[in-house]
């Protein structure tokens, strides 16, 4: 014991120590680089500060953000996770745009951006953020109007006294040429994720048809995104060429937990057919709709349903046109058992006999073949499999409705 005692973190490498400290958060590390000049060096070390995560600090602010930049963030830095507080005096300054700037040029690796609770009014457009970005991430904040835009913002510059009308007509002649040359290398970002903003409306989404580098789109909880919003973006050909999202690959819309919005349904905007949309995730009150209009989108080939309740003879009527899918993923789905409605002679139509026949099929195989108890979805899986034989289901989270009767 009196050789453990001897012992001190001195007599360790610096390896094992930047190891060590790698698992302190940021503030904890800001005050270990206080203990000694060695310790001070080594919390300066890039490799500590790749991922930097400040939304468990409450009381972080603009001051402190400014500390943070000086003293330790730099070209190590990968991903930043910020946290605002929003309804405050400093929530339109928590952000500044020479703090951004500065965060551009001393953190040039800067790829992943989380924003929470954040005020970002004060900005003129999202141009202001590191060019580097590749995934921008907001929840909960707030939005100018302007703020997707992908032109050229003036109003950061300072206006030049006493100009005449010839050297502004040939400015602006400058900034349409530089407009159109900077169409192919402006706003980098490939995933934008926007969570619970309230703000975001479809003159937002209508900014983003110009980011031609943009891939994956998620909207969860964007209550002002309408059908005719997303209809107009749809990616589809025209004379000029493709409109619209022409990109995108992932597309994401869930509508859960807030009352008044039950009749939300801009899924239906997908009616109209998105060319090259592969990937689509459907949440809450958006998944009815949703799957109402997934038959128009001819390259899809992974669908999501998340957060919602269905029937088994609403998934089997809706998965009949989707033959080019691979893959359907379930995620915390409550499913309702099959019934089949009583049919009187001479009514119904084909699909509801072709929905019985597959259903009555599916029933007597799962007695023959299938007697796993492992499995709550045994009807489910075999009709979907006649339907998609190149498919692949899985099942996460999901539970069967039980009836009462």
Not at 9 to 20: A, Q, S, T
Not at 58 to 67: A, C, D, H, P, Q
Not at 98 to 125: E, G, I, V
Not at 231 to 248: I, M
Request: glycine share 8%; proline share 4%.
């Amino acid at each position: 014991m009196d050789e453990f005692k001897a012992c001190n973190l001195d007599f360790f490498p610096e390896n094992i120590l930047l190891d060590v400290l790698s698992y302190l958060s940021v503030r904890e590390l800001v005050k270990v680089g206080r203990v000694c000049k060695r310790w001070k060096r080594l919390v300066k070390d890039q490799r500590l500060w790749r991922t930097v995560d400040l939304t468990s600090w409450k009381g972080v602010t603009s001051r402190i953000l400014w500390v943070l930049l000086r003293q330790y963030l730099g070209c190590g830095l990968r991903s930043l996770r910020l946290r605002g507080l929003l309804l405050s005096a400093r929530g339109g300054t928590f952000l500044s745009e020479p703090w951004l700037k500065a965060l551009s040029t001393k953190c040039p690796r800067l790829s992943k951006l989380y924003l929470l609770h954040s005020d970002l009014r004060s900005l003129p457009s999202c141009q202001i953020l590191p060019p580097s970005l590749r995934a921008l991430e907001l929840c909960s904040c707030e939005l100018p109007r302007d703020f997707f835009s992908q032109s050229l913002s003036t109003s950061s510059a300072h206006p030049h006294d006493g100009a005449e009308a010839t050297s502004s007509a040939s400015q602006k002649g400058r900034d349409k040429k530089s407009k159109g040359l900077g169409s192919s290398s402006g706003i980098g970002i490939e995933k934008l994720v926007l969570n619970n903003v309230p703000s975001f409306t479809d003159q937002h989404l209508q900014s983003l048809t110009s980011w031609e580098k943009l891939s994956r789109l998620e909207l969860r909880n964007t209550f002002r995104v309408t059908a005719n919003g997303l209809q107009s973006c749809a990616a589809k050909d025209d004379l000029s060429g493709t409109k619209g999202l022409s990109r995108l690959k992932f597309l994401e819309i869930g509508i859960t937990g807030r009352q008044g919005y039950q009749l939300q349904m801009a899924c239906l905007g997908l009616g109209a057919g998105w060319i090259g949309l592969e990937e689509l995730s459907l949440g809450g009150k958006e998944v009815g709709p949703g799957l109402l209009c997934a038959s128009r989108l001819k390259d899809l080939k992974h669908l999501r349903l998340w957060g919602c309740t269905l029937s088994e003879l609403q998934i089997v009527r809706s998965c009949r046109m989707l033959r080019g899918l691979r893959q359907l993923e379930f995620l915390d789905v409550i499913f309702q058992p099959r019934q089949i409605p009583p049919m009187e002679e001479g009514q119904g139509d084909g699909d509801e006999q072709q929905d019985q026949e597959e259903g009555a099929s599916a029933n007597a195989n799962d007695e023959n073949e299938t007697q796993d108890g492992n499995d709550p979805f045994p009807s489910l899986r075999r009709s979907l499999a006649v339907l998609l034989p190149a498919c692949i289901l899985v099942f996460t989270n999901c539970t069967v409705q039980n009836n009462p009767d």
